[in-house]
Structures are given as structure tokens and as C-alpha cells.
């Protein structure tokens, strides 16, 4: 079992920066793969970007490559999004995820590949 709690949502205009965490407790040993995901009302839960464990490596979504930055702080078991440069379509209820499963759907898997989820935060970008 994993417990996930994100933080560091809030409301910011266009252009600016936010950084959320997700802090994760557990069996945080076991995990494979983590991901930030985003969902706005009546429309599904979308990819933002992935983290594998082992290898580090990390994917993102075409709308977010080059303004956000998936990471990691292993001591503390916390995984991070930093936001840069936010757009109005940014905004969204952002959700931190995590499995252990050594299979994934590709690179960004979908939200189905998850059996972890955090709370959500939420984010508001206005213009």
C-alpha cells in the first residue's frame, strides 16, 4: 500500500510559477513508476508527466515539454512538479499517482496503469 497527499496548488497568473509536491508514504520501496496527471470537469484524467523510478527518466505530455519539470527527492519521498511559465489551460485539478506494476501502456501511461492516487490540488491560472 502507498499513501499519496499532494500539495502546493493555488491560483497564479498567466505566465507564472507554482510547484506542487506529493509526499508519499508506504511501501514507497516497491514503486516503479509515478506521475502527475490533471482532470478538468467532464473531461479525463490527462497525462502530465511520468517518473520511473529506477531509471530516473522522465516523459511529459506535448502541452507541458519545456515549462514543467517532473523530479524527485528520495530522502524525503517526495515527488515534485515544477510549473513554469503557466497558461489559462493549465488549470486544472492536478493528481499525483503511483504503481508498482513493472508493466506500463508506454512511456506516459494512462491513468488506468495507476492503482495510487493522492487527493488532488487544485491549480487556477488566470489571463
Known amino acids: 500500500q502507498v499513501q499519496l497527499v499532494e500539495s502546493g496548488g493555488g491560483s497564479v497568473q498567466a505566465g507564472g510559477s507554482l510547484r506542487l509536491s506529493c509526499a508519499a508514504s508506504?511501501?514507497?520501496?516497491?514503486?516503479?513508476?509515478m506521475g502527475w496527471f490533471r482532470q478538468v470537469p467532464g473531461k479525463e484524467r490527462e497525462g502530465v508527466a511520468t517518473l520511473w523510478t529506477r531509471s530516473s527518466k522522465t516523459y511529459y505530455a506535448d502541452s507541458v515539454k519545456g515549462r514543467f519539470s517532473i523530479g524527485q527527492d528520495n530522502a524525503k519521498n517526495t515527488l515534485y512538479l515544477q510549473m513554469d511559465s503557466l497558461k489559462p489551460e493549465d488549470t486544472a485539478m492536478y493528481y499525483c499517482?503511483?504503481?508498482?506494476?513493472?508493466?506500463?501502456?508506454?512511456?506516459?501511461?494512462?491513468?488506468?496503469?495507476?492503482?495510487?492516487w493522492g487527493q488532488g490540488t487544485q491549480v487556477t491560472v488566470s489571463s
Open positions: 508506504g511501501s514507497t520501496s516497491r514503486i516503479n513508476c
Open positions: 499517482a503511483a504503481d508498482f506494476r513493472t508493466w506500463y501502456s508506454g512511456n506516459l501511461p494512462p491513468a488506468n496503469d495507476f492503482g495510487y
